[in-house]
């Protein structure tokens, strides 16, 4: 009888890759959870897959590759086909594939398949952490390979007795062997127990992947190891699990057989003396042979590293997402976002492709959320504050994206856990499971070089370090010897990065970690005669942060878990247009956080925080006042008559909060909170409540709405009780939110949602004569309010079938009230349809390309009187509005950026060549109006153009 | 500090912009009807005392005819660009229109008010519940003086005529008495002579300038030294002396000048770089504008201090091109 083979293999990488835990029905995961180990599920009953008739007359073999959910009851759901490979032998007896279409599948393999492993029972996957050694049961989302292989053997004995019997039956070629077999090692030779174990659709008891090294041929498992060794993927360091390395003793078997463990590791018992080939001919990597001699008296040891066939940089995702605490959190898994077109590998600039967050102008790096200003959005790493993620002002970021985990953005209704801003936030994490061999890379592009290392030091003291500095200064003194530039610029930045991760107990976990960042732009014109007198001197602007920040995770019992982190250093603002105008502001930064979280019941989780910033510094300052909202940079701030201080002051911001998590009913979750807040200055206490609550309908569709408050201080300058006003008031908003969210299958998502913004008593100049005694008369009031309403859709394809993308689109209207005009205006980044596609492929030979599309309303301005009135005291024309502010709306804008990039593997390390092009088709896109000296002129001026970017990076 | 530098990213990056190639006119090529100044004279006025406000405003066809429309308010609360003076009392008293007038220059007379009376008017005016004033301008100092707005409306009655009104504004300084005592009363500055290398421009007939295409030819506005007053600051703390620092400011009806004007600062900037500027002509190559054989060429020169004196100084001369 023909005899089939459904060999089930889970790879390890891909279980991993893919082991996506269905999040919103699992137990309570705290945010850290991503330095968790997710021990796979483990197979207990298999169901036979029959080899389809036809395929077998034609003998087809064919290997099925299926994503599927493992619940907490071991029980398989939501099964997918995602991939297919057909297998035939040509003429010359050489083995042929061929990749299908799981929509095509006439053969019949995928829905054989299908109904096999609907029937599998597996022991349910678990999550170990340091503080849950044992683990936790969770549900993840694997990718499972069913292969359909003929055995020969059995077709051939059928065949003799056919053919004795005059029938007549298929049968194979002598010579249609694998040809990554030896010849004459036929799978006929397997031993018994191997046939067993390989031959059985529906035991497959021999094959679990997830248990250690395990004999399949007839070897003596009380004997002595004489043959080990580790499965490592080429070009990088990956320990690859559940990897079935096969062995044939030459010229004629015995095979034996055995997978890998969860460290790459293998090892044979009892092998008979002699010469094996050894062969790994797993469908995610190239087939790999090998040629081992082999004694019972010696141990031989091996290490083989396989070239992967996809690069699919999602197989290292080891995240356990934690369930949302927020009605809306996106979270984007670093590996996952740095390969997106127009980007360069920076992580964090992806948030500007995600719904609700308007375009920055100048291709900067403002993260504008819901209709609101830069400011009111914060960041944090690790739940602290920083003070700045981006180089110059969004050009790059300033963490290398491999030292993050992953980066969350809240558009809105984030939770008691953070605090004073009133639009979003963007939480980076960092990497807490940093690996057991030492690694890094090196990567030289346009912008910049850096370097990044990490490894062990001990068992239970890893490291990370990286450094970056842009040459952008380099290449431009190089310039100027050649060209005869009117100026002299030293633009340049660094940054670095220290982390130590420490593993102190079983219990206790400690990390500390130095950051910093350094930007200067000194810009001197060679020919100052035009300028005043005391404009000379040059342009000068510097920034600076350096930061060390320390976290101790602990578990204090079963059911209490604490928190707490410490983040001290200093930053530096500087600002210098030749002697007359100056900004100087150096500033202590200092922030605790302490967090305990306790969880009595699956029912309710509880946390309890004190959120602590005070913020010592000295300012000296002569300079204009900078321009608030809704007034046009046209006027030229710095024309404008400065002020003067050098003072010191203290900013002290204590913050308690305390968040909910209740369940009543698994289908229900609710999150109330509550966050205490205290400013100084402006001497101010805000309560703000907040409540989300999200309702499971269905697999398909979870229901979410939010409400909630938040505030915030004006900004340092507008607080101040040298120029600005300390009896403000502070900034709020309330948020309104409602929304659903469709899972269509696995990969397949859509996040819709309405949001509705209240904002009051923002920050305006005010429009009365001051009377310096008077502060209520100072130069700022709180008497601004404002709206923003609108709705997103966020529909997102996971990575799946080589292919990973989204489109977003927002819809929104954000608006201030004009005091002056007695109706509402336009916000200056109100931008109504935000329209963003975004996708990458990876391709055959390493190679994968990106692309992102972008097609956004464009931010309103205001028109001006032409021509301009003449002020004869100064000499020059000004410009005067001739309508409303913001009345009028740049053209729309739209861009193409498209990232290809080609990796070469070698043994030890890997090499990427990538190509990231900005604005491909080159368009002009408008980003404000310029004048002619009078106004009597205008014309456009246009954003980047097309902006190739070459980079090289090599990994180890 | 983010607004700053986010303002100063905008500026920097329009100001880039600046340099791509949009063709706008530059603002010292005269093209068309030009204000270059208005100077007051004297730039200061006590009460009792006259002034001259002269609008110097030049069209490149000399023979264009430019009409003007005065008016003057008092205080800063009157005219601006988008503003004509309105009729009405704007303190007890003190009727906000000054004066009206047409013609290249107006007399006034500052006989509405004596020192005591506006400088009651002006504290009335400047402290709280008074007049609306955005909080970021500077307020007058009520010791030394109070501004009167002026403005005033151009256009074009002659052959050529010219696109559009253009509206010209501006304030001159009414001294307090203490103040209209001061020895250091600003004075406009002035400038002895115009000249293209040796040739002087104040010639009639204009002089013949021989040019050779592309290549500088030195321009000199000659200014002496001591037309920088030694003054003390009203709100000086120490009662310390300073001299005025001067700007130039050149304009042309052809070729391209060199730079667009000058500084001089004591022991800051020298003298030259105030006086000096180059200009070039294409010759038959170039554009109309550019300077051609046989153009009469005509050059001003705005010399500003920095406590609101005028001069402006007129030359021209005739192109002839040599190789």
């Not at chain 1, 936790?136 to 055995?151: K, M, N, P, S």
């Not at chain 1, 062995?247 to 044979?268: C, I, M, N, S």
């Not at chain 1, 502060?775 to 966020?794: K, L, M, P, W």
């Not at chain 2, 009727?95 to 220059?105: F, I, K, P």
């Amino acid at each position: 009888m023909t005899r089939l083979l459904a060999a089930l293999s889970v790879f390890a990488g891909l279980v991993f890759g893919t082991a996506l835990p269905v999040a919103a029905q699992q137990g309570d995961e705290s945010a850290e959870s991503v330095d968790a180990r997710i021990v796979p599920p483990e197979l207990l009953t298999a169901a036979e897959a029959p080899h389809p008739a036809e395929a077998l007359d034609e003998d087809l073999e064919a290997d099925v590759f299926i994503e599927m959910d493992v619940g907490i009851d071991g029980a398989v759901a939501n099964p997918v086909p995602i991939g297919i490979t057909y297998y035939w032998y040509d003429d010359a007896g050489d083995l042929q594939e061929e990749v299908g279409d799981v929509e095509s599948d006439e053969w019949g393999f995928i829905e054989s398949a299908m109904q096999a492993v609907v029937q599998y029972e597996f022991a349910p996957a678990r999550q170990v952490t340091a503080m849950q050694p044992e683990g936790e049961i969770i549900a993840v989302r694997l990718t499972w390979r069913v292969g359909f292989v003929i055995d020969y053997e059995e077709i051939t004995r059928e065949a003799e007795a056919s053919d004795f019997e005059g029938q007549g039956a298929a049968s194979q070629p002598a010579d249609s062997q694998p040809s990554s077999l030896p010849a004459d090692s036929q799978p006929s030779s397997l031993p018994a127990d191997s046939q067993a174990a390989t031959s059985q659709p529906a035991t497959v008891d021999g094959v679990d992947p997830t248990q250690a090294p395990e004999d399949v041929g007839a070897l003596d498992g009380n004997a002595p190891v004489n043959f080990e060794g580790r499965v490592l993927e080429r070009g990088r360091r990956d320990e690859l699990a559940s990897i079935r390395l096969q062995l044939w003793l030459e010229p004629h078997g015995p095979a034996f057989e055995t997978y890998t463990d969860a460290e790459g590791a293998f090892e044979f018992r009892g092998l008979p003396a002699g010469e094996y080939a050894v062969l790994i001919d797993d469908i995610e990597f190239q087939p790999f042979e090998a040629s081992e001699v082999i004694d019972r008296e010696s141990v031989t040891v091996a290490t083989y590293r396989i070239q992967r066939l996809y690069f699919d940089e999602f197989r290292s995702v080891t995240t356990a997402e934690a369930p949302p605490r927020e009605v809306t959190r996106r979270t984007l898994e670093v590996t996952e976002i740095q390969r997106i077109a127009g980007n360069n590998n920076d992580a964090i600039k992806v948030v500007q492709s995600l719904p609700g967050v308007a375009r920055a102008s100048f291709a900067g790096g403002d993260i504008i959320v819901r209709g609101g200003e830069a400011t009111d959005t914060l960041f944090f790493i690790d739940g602290m504050p920083i003070p700045n993620v981006y180089h110059f002002g969004g050009l790059r970021s300033v963490f290398p994206s491999e030292m993050l985990d992953s980066v969350d953005f809240y558009p809105g209704n984030f939770g008691a856990r953070f605090g004073r801003a009133t639009a979003g936030v963007v939480s980076l994490e960092s990497t807490a499971d940093i690996p057991d061999e030492f690694g890094g890379h090196i990567d030289v592009n346009v912008f910049d070089s850096g370097f990044f290392f990490e490894g062990p030091i001990s068992d239970r003291l890893h490291f990370q370090v990286g450094a970056r500095r842009s040459y952008i200064d380099v290449v431009l003194r190089a310039v100027q010897e050649v060209l005869p530039l009117n100026f002299t610029v030293a633009p340049r930045y660094y940054d670095y990065q220290l982390k130590l991760e420490w593993e102190a107990h079983r219990d206790h976990r400690l990390s500390l970690m130095l950051i910093g960042s350094d930007d200067l732009v000194d810009l001197v014109l060679a020919d100052e005669s035009e300028l005043e007198a005391d404009q000379r001197g040059g342009l000068r602007a510097q920034t600076s942060f350096h930061s060390a920040l320390f976290r101790v995770d602990s578990r204090l019992s079963d059911t209490v878990t604490n928190r707490f982190r410490m983040i001290a250093g200093f930053q530096q603002f500087g600002f210098f247009f030749g002697d007359d105008i100056r900004f100087d502001l150096k500033l202590r930064n200092m922030s605790w956080r302490n967090e305990i979280e306790w969880t009595p019941s699956e029912v309710i989780t509880a946390r309890v925080g004190i959120d602590i910033n005070y913020n010592p510094g000295t300012i000296d300052i002569r300079a204009p006042l900078p321009p608030l909202e809704g007034e046009a940079v046209e006027r030229d701030f710095l024309s404008e008559e400065p002020i003067e201080a050098q003072n010191s002051f203290r900013f002290y911001q204590p913050a308690m909060y305390a968040s909910f998590d209740i369940r009543p009913i698994p289908k229900l979750q609710i999150l109330p909170g509550i966050r205490l807040d205290y400013f100084r200055p402006p001497e101010r206490w805000s309560v703000d409540p907040r409540l989300s609550v999200r309702y499971t309908v269905s697999d398909l569709l979870t229901l979410k709405g939010a409400v909630g408050w938040f505030h915030r201080s004006p900004d340092p300058d507008q607080v101040s009780e040298n120029f600005g006003n300390p009896n403000a008031q502070l900034e709020d908003a309330v948020h309104y939110a409602l929304g659903a969210e469709l899972q269509f299958n696995d990969y397949l998502s859509l996040d819709v949602e309405v949001f509705y913004k209240d904002l009051n008593n923002l920050i305006t100049r005010s429009q009365t004569s001051t009377d310096e005694s008077d502060s209520d008369q100072a130069i700022y009031n709180s008497e601004g309010t404002g709206r923003v309403y609108g709705a997103e859709i966020f529909l997102r394809h996971a990575m799946a079938n080589n292919f990973f993308g989204w489109m977003s689109y927002t819809i929104s209207r954000s608006e201030r009230f004009d005091v002056q005009s007695g109706r509402y205006r336009l916000f200056d980044n109100d931008q109504t349809h935000i329209l963003t596609l975004l996708g990458s492929y990876n391709l055959p030979k390493n190679w994968s390309i990106g692309a992102k599309f972008r097609l956004i309303s464009n931010n309103p301005y205001t028109p001006y009187k032409s021509p301009s009135s003449f002020n004869a005291n100064s000499g020059e024309y000004v410009l005067e509005a001739s309508g409303d502010t913001n009345s009028r709306r740049l053209p729309a804008f739209h861009q193409l950026d498209i990232r290809v990039d080609k990796r070469w593997v070698f043994p030890l390390w890997t090499l990427n060549l990538y190509l990231d092009m900005q604005n491909v088709y080159n368009q002009q896109n408008v980003e404000g109006i310029t004048q002619d000296y009078n106004n009597r002129e205008t014309a456009n001026f246009v954003g980047l153009p097309l902006i190739p970017s070459l980079g090289i990076r090599a990994e180890f | 500090m983010k607004k700053y530098f986010v303002a100063f990213a905008a500026l920097v990056a329009m100001s880039a912009s600046g340099c791509d190639d949009n063709h706008f006119e530059s603002f010292h090529e005269i093209r068309r009807l030009r204000p270059l100044a208005v100077v007051k004279t004297p730039p200061e006025v006590a009460a009792g005392e006259a002034v001259e406000l002269r609008l110097v405003a030049v069209h490149p066809d000399s023979q264009e005819l430019i009409t003007v429309e005065w008016e003057l308010c008092v205080f800063a609360s009157g005219a601006d660009g988008d503003h004509a003076c309105e009729d009405g009392v704007i303190v007890e008293g003190i009727e906000n229109v000054l004066a009206r007038g047409e013609g290249s220059s107006i007399m006034w007379t500052q006989d509405f008010a004596d020192s005591d009376t506006l400088q009651a008017a002006c504290e009335a005016l400047y402290s709280q519940g008074g007049v609306d004033i955005p909080a970021y301008i500077t307020l007058p100092n009520c010791d030394y003086g109070v501004p009167v707005s002026y403005r005033a409306i151009l256009r074009c009655e002659g052959p050529v005529g010219c696109e559009d009104d253009v509206i010209v504004y501006g304030s001159l300084t009414l001294l307090i008495d203490e103040a209209a005592q001061r020895a250091d009363r600003n004075e406009n500055p002035s400038i002895v002579g115009l000249s293209a290398g040796d040739l002087s421009l104040q010639q009639m007939p204009p002089a013949t300038l021989d040019f050779v295409a592309d290549e500088d030819v030195r321009l000199t506005a000659l200014v002496n030294a001591d037309t920088a007053q030694v003054f003390v600051a009203p709100d000086s703390e120490d009662g310390a002396e300073e001299r005025e620092q001067l700007e130039t400011v050149w304009f042309s009806t052809h070729g391209e000048l060199g730079r667009g004007g000058g500084f001089y600062a004591e022991d800051l900037v020298e003298l030259e770089e105030l006086q000096s500027n180059t200009i070039t002509f294409g010759g038959d190559s170039g554009d109309e504008f550019a300077g051609r054989d046989g153009d009469l060429v005509r050059i001003w020169v705005v010399l500003r201090d920095n406590r609101g004196g005028f001069a402006v100084e007129e030359g021209s001369f005739v192109l002839r091109e040599v190789e």
